[in-house]
Structure formats: C-alpha cells, structure tokens
C-alpha cells in the first residue's frame, strides 16, 4: 500500500499543479484588459477576433482579426520579396502576400483543387482592381506539398513578412494588401475572397 501510494505521488503533483494554472489562467480582451472567462468565450465566438498567448504562459489575448497600419520600409521588404522570388516589381503595383505559417488542423483540409482556384481567383482579381503583384508566402513549407508546386510558395525572406505582418501562428492561411505608400490591411486566420478584393480596393485610393 506504501508503494502504492509513492507512486501516485508524481501524479498527483502534476494535477495539482495542473489545477492551479487553470485557476490563475487570466483573459484579455484586445486592449488588453482583463476579462472573464465568459466574456472572453463569448467574443471569441463571434469570429471578428482571435486567441492568441499573452504576456505570460497562463495568458489568453484576443486580437482583431483585421488590422490596418503603414510599414516604412516598403523598399526594403520590396528588395528581399524580388531576391526571394528572382522577378522585378513595380514600385507604384499594390502587394498582396498570402501567408502560410505552417501545418495546422485548419490548413490540411478542404478541396485543394478548389482551394488552388479560389487563389487564382484572388489573384487574378485584385490586379484587375490595382495591378497588384501577389506573392505566396510560407515560414514553414511542410504541408505544401499538396498544392503540387500549382502555386509558386517561397520562403519568407529573413522572415521580414512574418516580422511586419504575424508576429503569431493564426490558423489556415492569412493575407496583407500593402499600397505603393506602404499602408497595408492585414487579416489573420482564415479568409474568403471578398475579404481582399475590398481591402485591394480601400487601398487603390
């Protein structure tokens, strides 16, 4: 029985210890105030926002799922996407960055010949609305392999798109348009593609 009980010890530990980060786990909202469990929930699921880790390991964080700004070194990120991709880009053409930040339950999914033509679709949309230049970008490739080289992915140089634009693994695949004066409507997660044609277009102004 001695025995026994010496080696329940260690599990017990880690349960105990278990329950206490669920009872200090802490929520925040996306100006990061804290917030109830509940309330966190309940935002969450209204899809507009997302989870991401906070300032510590017990931390819950939402963040937009879309957010707006201006980068100043658009030449620079200009110079390493034309290394990267060995092709030229017009300085005055909008980009448009599809992002692929690794293998995950959202992005092994789905139809890939359907998935293949809705970005082509992308594609082909937003240089009607502002001769946009689309790069296809992955941090990390596994789980590409199923596109079947139909879509020309490249290695986000020096991580710089990772850098300016998702500073975390949001699922699926996310997207910025970045306008020739370097302002840029990013959206994390997964997307459809109205999505970017309106970004592409609010952008062209």
Not at 84 to 99: D, F, G, R, V
């Amino acid at each position: 029985m001695k025995k026994l009980m010496l080696s329940l010890l260690p599990l017990l530990l880690v349960l105990k210890i278990k329950a206490q980060e669920v009872k200090n786990t802490r929520y925040f909202d996306v100006d990061n105030k804290e917030i109830s469990q509940q309330v966190f929930k309940d935002k969450r699921a209204t899809n507009t926002v997302l989870d991401i880790p906070g300032d510590s390991s017990n931390h819950h964080k939402l963040i937009n799922r879309e957010q707006q700004g201006k980068i100043s070194n658009r030449k620079e990120l200009i110079s390493l996407l034309e290394y990267a991709a060995h092709e030229k880009i017009n300085p005055s053409q909008q980009i448009l960055i599809i992002y692929y930040p690794g293998k995950d339950a959202c992005n092994t999914g789905g139809d890939v010949k359907f998935l293949i033509s809705n970005l082509k679709e992308i594609e082909k949309g937003v240089d009607r609305i502002a001769s946009t230049k689309t790069f296809y970008i992955y941090k990390d490739k596994e789980g590409l392999e199923r596109y079947d080289n139909a879509i020309p992915w490249i290695k986000d140089p020096e991580q710089i798109v990772e850098k300016l634009f998702f500073k975390y693994h949001y699922p699926c695949n996310s997207f910025t348009v970045i306008s020739k004066t370097g302002k840029y409507i990013s959206y994390f997660g997964e997307f459809y593609k109205d999505l970017v044609l309106e970004a592409s277009k609010k952008l062209r102004k």
